[in-house]
C-alpha cells in the first residue's frame, strides 16, 4: 500500500477508537488492560502522547528517564492519565490525520502502535470490536519483522500461530490458531483472556 493509503488507514482507525472511547461509562477508564499495570486512561494518554508532546518535550522527558523510552512512557502514561478523559478523547479526533511515525517504523509503524493499543483496552472491556481487515492485513505483515518480535520479547519458537478467520501463518512447529486481531497480540506479547486461542501451545 502507498504511504497515502497508510495515512487513510491510521485517520480511520483512531476516528474508530475516538467513537469507541467517547460512549465509555466513566468506571471502564480505570479498568485493567493487556498492558501491565496500566488502565484505560494509561493505554490512551500513551496513545496520545505524540500528538501532546512537542519535540523539545520529548527529549527533556526522555533525558529525564536516562534515555530509557520505556521507562519514559510508562512514567509519562501514569502522568498524563490525570489528564481529563473528554480531552484525551478529543486528543485523539482531532489529531487523526496527524503525521506522527514512531522512530524507524513509518506510517506502518504508527498504524500498528493505534490498532494494537486500541486492543489493548477493547479486548480486556469485551467490546468486541473488528478491526477492519485492510488495516489488520498491514499490522500483520509489519510485526513479523524481527524488530518489533525482538522488542516485545513474545516467545514463539516452535510455534506457527495460524488464522482462522483469514489465510495467514507465521512461524514454524506446533500450530496454534485463533482469529487475526488475537493472533497480532500474541506477537506483542499480550496475554489474552482465556479461551481466544486454540490448539496445544495456547496456554503457552
Given at each position: 500500500?502507498?504511504?497515502?493509503?497508510?495515512?487513510?488507514?491510521?485517520?480511520?482507525?483512531?476516528?474508530?477508537?475516538?467513537?469507541?472511547?467517547?460512549?465509555?461509562?466513566?468506571?471502564?477508564?480505570?479498568?485493567?488492560?493487556?498492558?501491565?499495570?496500566?488502565?484505560?486512561?494509561?493505554?490512551?494518554?500513551?496513545?496520545?502522547?505524540?500528538?501532546?508532546?512537542?519535540?523539545?518535550r520529548?527529549?527533556?522527558?526522555?533525558?529525564?528517564?536516562?534515555g530509557?523510552?520505556?521507562?519514559?512512557?510508562?512514567?509519562?502514561?501514569?502522568?498524563?492519565?490525570?489528564?481529563?478523559?473528554?480531552?484525551?478523547?478529543?486528543?485523539l479526533?482531532?489529531?487523526?490525520?496527524?503525521?506522527?511515525?514512531?522512530?524507524?517504523?513509518?506510517?506502518?509503524?504508527?498504524?500498528?502502535?493505534?490498532?494494537?493499543?486500541?486492543?489493548?483496552?477493547?479486548?480486556?472491556?469485551?467490546?468486541?470490536?473488528?478491526?477492519?481487515?485492510?488495516?489488520?492485513?498491514?499490522?500483520?505483515?509489519?510485526?513479523?519483522?524481527?524488530?518489533?518480535?525482538?522488542?516485545?520479547?513474545?516467545?514463539?519458537?516452535?510455534?506457527?500461530?495460524?488464522?482462522?478467520?483469514?489465510?495467514?501463518?507465521?512461524?514454524?512447529?506446533?500450530?496454534?490458531?485463533?482469529?487475526?486481531?488475537?493472533?497480532?497480540?500474541?506477537?506483542f506479547?499480550?496475554?489474552?483472556?482465556?479461551?481466544?486461542?486454540?490448539?496445544?501451545?495456547?496456554?503457552?
Amino acid at each position: 500500500m502507498t504511504e497515502a493509503e497508510i495515512s487513510e488507514a491510521i485517520a480511520a482507525e483512531r476516528w474508530d477508537l475516538a467513537d469507541v472511547l467517547g460512549g465509555l461509562p466513566a468506571p471502564s477508564w480505570d479498568a485493567p488492560t493487556l498492558c501491565a499495570r496500566w488502565r484505560v486512561r494509561e493505554v490512551v494518554a500513551h496513545v496520545t502522547m505524540p500528538f501532546r508532546y512537542s519535540t523539545p518535550r520529548f527529549v527533556a522527558e526522555l533525558i529525564k528517564s536516562g534515555g530509557k523510552f520505556d521507562r519514559m512512557a510508562d512514567r509519562c502514561a501514569r502522568q498524563d492519565a490525570q489528564v481529563d478523559t473528554d480531552k484525551l478523547v478529543s486528543a485523539l479526533r482531532d489529531n487523526a490525520t496527524y503525521p506522527w511515525k514512531p522512530p524507524g517504523g513509518g506510517f506502518e509503524g504508527a498504524l500498528i502502535h493505534d490498532v494494537i493499543h486500541g486492543l489493548d483496552f477493547t479486548v480486556p472491556l469485551g467490546i468486541g470490536r473488528l478491526v477492519p481487515e485492510q488495516r489488520l492485513r498491514i499490522v500483520l505483515e509489519g510485526i513479523t519483522k524481527t524488530k518489533p518480535l525482538k522488542f516485545f520479547g513474545a516467545d514463539l519458537r516452535g510455534i506457527e500461530l495460524r488464522a482462522d478467520d483469514i489465510d495467514w501463518s507465521f512461524g514454524s512447529g506446533t500450530p496454534g490458531f485463533g482469529a487475526e486481531q488475537d493472533l497480532a497480540m500474541v506477537v506483542f506479547g499480550r496475554t489474552l483472556p482465556p479461551g481466544r486461542l486454540r490448539g496445544a501451545t495456547a496456554t503457552r
